[in-house]
Nanobody, 126 residues
Framework: QAQLVESGGGMVQAGGSLRLSCARS????????MGWFRQAPGKDREFVGL????????AYADSVKGRFTISRDNAKNTMHLQMNSLKPEDTATYYC???????????????????WGQGTQVTVSS
C-alpha cells in the first residue's frame, strides 16, 4: 500500500521558517509530479506549490511565491517544502500529494492528486 508521511511542522513566530518533509513508501516518486496543499479549519484544501516528475518545473500559489521553495530527491523518495517569512495566514495542516498521472503535467487542482498521509500542522503566531 502506498503511504505518504509529512513531517517538520510546528509552532513559530511570524517571520520564522520551517522545513516540511514528505516521504513515500509503497512506490516511487520518480515518475510522478507532486504538490503541497494546506487546509485550515472550515476551509477547503488549497494549493501551495508543485514540482513536476523530473524536478525541472515548479510553481507556487501567489500567496506563498517568493517565500516557499519546493525540492525533491527521487532517489530517496522524498520531497521538501522550505517555508520562510511565515505569516499567521500560513497556519494550516499541510499535506503532500502525488499526481495521479505518471509523467503527466502537474496542475494545482487537488482532485488530481492522491493524499495518503495525515498531514503536519503549521501554526504561525503574530
Amino acid at each position: 500500500q502506498a503511504q505518504l508521511v509529512e513531517s517538520g511542522g510546528g509552532m513559530v513566530q511570524a517571520g520564522g521558517s520551517l522545513r516540511l518533509s514528505c516521504a513515500r513508501s509503497g512506490g516511487t516518486f520518480s515518475s510522478y509530479g507532486m504538490g503541497w496543499f494546506r487546509q485550515a479549519p472550515g476551509k477547503d484544501r488549497e494549493f501551495v506549490g508543485l514540482i513536476n516528475w523530473s524536478g525541472v518545473n515548479t510553481a507556487y500559489a501567489d500567496s506563498v511565491k517568493g517565500r516557499f521553495t519546493i525540492s525533491r530527491d527521487n532517489a530517496k523518495n522524498t520531497m521538501h517544502l522550505q517555508m520562510n517569512s511565515l505569516k499567521p495566514e500560513d497556519t494550516a495542516t499541510y499535506y503532500c500529494g502525488v499526481h495521479k498521472t505518471p509523467y503527466g503535467r502537474t496542475w494545482s487542482n487537488p482532485n488530481e492528486y492522491n493524499f495518503w498521509g495525515q498531514g503536519t500542522q503549521v501554526t504561525v503566531s503574530s
